[in-house]
């Protein structure tokens, strides 16, 4: 069983899954997980797009769905007699069925850690209670692991292998397939993929943007997730002057100018493509309180994270403005010094975290755990 529960899970999972049937292709996959792991051959019980929530007020409205999930999942790992569940990122759900699947005996194996070195180092000790193997992303998480007796290997991030795999358009090409003038830049907003946080994201991101277009003749482009439908955008503003995208986001990242990027994943892949962006974040007032009270490090965005530094602007909670968005995309558009010190710094991400193969890497020492347990 695999359990995955947001896009960049499913990315991972996907990966993850085709390493593992080119190693025996009878492998079967049940679990949590979206479009690509099903394509990839997942038996999914439930759909990452059900599981898109967040925050302390998300999941308590949730409770009812969560524990019905949890029990579902659980009764299918009795009675396919799984014994080995591997849980990609998703702490919050993840770590929760660990201790349900833990009682039963089943053995646990985390690819993609929680953060814990931003929540603080005390829930290490609950990770290890019911988490045989930790399989980490980030040199410096297999360190602290070990640290504290839990088994933990390094295979480096899927990020490197998918844009190494990843066959880029041209700028040009990209320009025609979104029939997009010429004569302008791209300015790109990914305002995340779940429906509360565009909510709260989009709308001083396209006001902020709008003007921002008109200063410095600029396309903007909003990638848009395989699970939000379109008219949750054109609900949230009145303009019209932008293009919403499905795909292409790797092309979008590596031709646009500048970005207005939600706290995630997205924030590592465009840092690694070099894009000079913002970073926003919000969430409900409640769960924000709780989070500033829990994590210990000054940074949100895993490209500031890894840096040891501020590089990228960071705009979380009351902050998320038009004017603050604006403000802040406007000193990389206008200071071309600035611009280029950004670009550089951000092309010291690649050595951070290691060479392509962690699907692969994490695959076999998986499958390696499979058939121990048979």
């Known amino acids: 069983m695999i359990i995955a529960g947001e896009a960049s899970g499913d990315l ?3 990966s993850l899954i085709d390493e593992l049937k080119k190693l025996d292709s009878s492998v079967e996959v049940f679990g949590i997980g979206g479009d690509k792991m099903i394509a990839s051959g997942m038996n999914v019980q439930f759909h990452i797009k059900k599981m898109a929530f967040l925050g ?4 308590i409205r949730h409770l009812p769905f969560i524990k019905k999930v949890q029990n579902t999942l659980i009764e299918k790992v009795k009675s396919e007699n799984i014994n080995s569940v591997v849980l990609i990122d998703y702490p919050g759900f993840n770590l929760n069925i660990a201790k349900k699947l833990k009682r039963i005996n089943r053995k646990i194996i985390y690819y993609i850690s929680p953060q814990v070195w931003a929540w603080g180092k005390g829930r290490i000790k609950k990770i290890k209670k019911v988490v045989d193997k930790m399989i980490v992303v980030f040199p410096f998480e297999q360190d602290l692991f070990k640290q504290h007796g839990l088994d933990a290997i390094y295979v480096g991030h899927p990020i490197i292998e998918r844009l190494n795999k990843y066959q880029f358009l041209s700028k040009a090409e990209l320009y025609k397939k979104l029939e997009l ?3 302008k830049e791209i300015l790109l907003i990914m305002p995340g993929s779940r429906k509360h946080e565009i909510k709260k994201l989009f709308p001083p991101a396209i006001e902020a943007a709008k003007k921002l277009a008109q200063t410095y003749n600029l396309h903007i482009v909003v990638a848009c997730a395989d699970n939000i439908d379109n008219s949750l955008f054109e609900n949230l503003s ?9 795909g292409y986001t790797y092309d979008l990242m590596k031709h646009s100018v500048v970005g207005i990027i939600k706290s995630g994943t997205s924030t590592l892949e465009a840092g690694i493509m070099e894009l000079p962006f913002v970073v926003i974040y919000a969430t409900n007032a409640i769960t924000y ?3 500033k009270m829990l994590v210990k490090i000054k940074n949100i965005a895993m490209a500031n994270i890894l840096l040891g530094d501020t590089v990228v602007e960071e705009l979380i909670q009351n902050q998320v403005t038009s004017s603050n968005i604006y403000n802040a995309c406007q000193k990389l558009l206008s200071d071309k ?11 010291e991400l690649k050595n951070k975290i290691g060479n392509s193969g962690a699907s692969q890497r994490a695959a076999k020492i998986i499958y390696e755990q499979l058939n121990e347990v048979k």
């Open 56 to 59: 302390f007020i998300e999941v």
């Open 12 to 14: 991972h999972g996907a």
């Open 337 to 347: 010094s600035h611009y280029q010190k950004i670009k550089t710094r951000l092309s």
């Open 289 to 291: 309180f709780l989070g």
């Open 181 to 183: 003038d010429d004569n």
């Open 238 to 246: 009145d303009s019209r002057n932008y293009k919403l995208v499905h």
